[in-house]
């Protein structure tokens, strides 16, 4: 699964890399949550990409009025295709999620260590996400969207078994394309996807908590040693 994630990039940077139609207003966060707004880059008329802020944590048309999405932030990429939370916005709402670098915890022993995942340089990179649109009892429109993951590739699987889906460049038109809606075409976009070689530290267990957002959530400490099992 993927949890938390981190976006510092500048504005600038952000536009150039998704092709904005203007820099996103934001500043820089070192422990994006579920629940809280996330920049997802979604496709609006004539082809352009636009940047909005939605609440992180699906939350389907049909949902109840109390219902959160807090058990939809993540959407398996086995299944999106089947589940009804999930498989109207796999066809029709897909959007890309910025990052520059996400975390996952470790068992160590029975101690979760997290650990922070990123490209060499700090290089963006974008989750494969879905969002929704809900009416509010109240008149007001929600926003949400999901993260989709698989199995963790190789490089990482000593960490976390699974991994957010991190969609190659040359992916992103047909992602955000809403008329590109057949099932088989969407899951091979996603097959694309690989792990662009990412670089893990261990940081400090600081990350655990959401009131925290601050670069030292990000920085490196030395890793708890793993516990190894006597039976």
């Known amino acids: 699964m993927c949890g938390r994630f981190t976006l510092t990039s500048t504005p600038e940077a952000l536009a150039e890399r998704f092709g904005l139609d203007a820099p996103p207003e934001l500043a820089p966060r ?28 699906l939350v389907p048309a049909w949902a109840g009025a109390d219902d959160t999405g807090a058990r939809r932030i993540n959407a398996r990429s086995e299944s999106v295709a089947e589940k009804p939370s999930f498989r109207d916005a796999f066809r029709a709402r897909r959007c890309l999620v910025p990052a520059d670098g996400f975390y996952e915890w470790a068992d160590h022993g029975g101690f979760r260590q997290p650990y922070r995942l990123a490209l060499p340089g700090g290089a963006l990179f974008a989750f494969a996400g879905l969002w929704e649109r809900r009416s509010q009892p109240d008149g007001a429109v929600l926003e949400s969207c999901a993260l989709i993951t698989r199995d963790a590739s190789p490089n990482l699987r000593r960490i976390h078994e699974r991994m957010p ?41 600081r990350v655990n908590h959401t009131r925290f957002d601050d670069p030292a959530c990000a920085e490196p400490v030395t890793a708890a040693p793993r516990q190894e099992s006597l039976f």
């Not at 422990?31 to 909005?52: C, D, F, H, K, Y």
């Not at 460049?169 to 996603?190: I, K, R």
Request: no cysteine; proline share 7%; aromatic share 8%.
């Open 165 to 205: 889906v991190v969609l190659p460049e040359s992916t992103y038109a047909g992602w955000l394309d809403p008329t590109l809606q057949e099932v088989a075409a969407l899951h091979a976009l996603l097959q694309q996807a690989a792990d662009p070689g990412f670089v893990a530290h261990a940081v400090s267990t």
């Open 30 to 57: 070192y422990n994006i949550a579920p629940g809280q707004p996330v920049l997802v880059v979604r496709e609006r008329a004539a082809g352009m990409r636009r940047a909005s802020a939605l609440h992180w944590g």
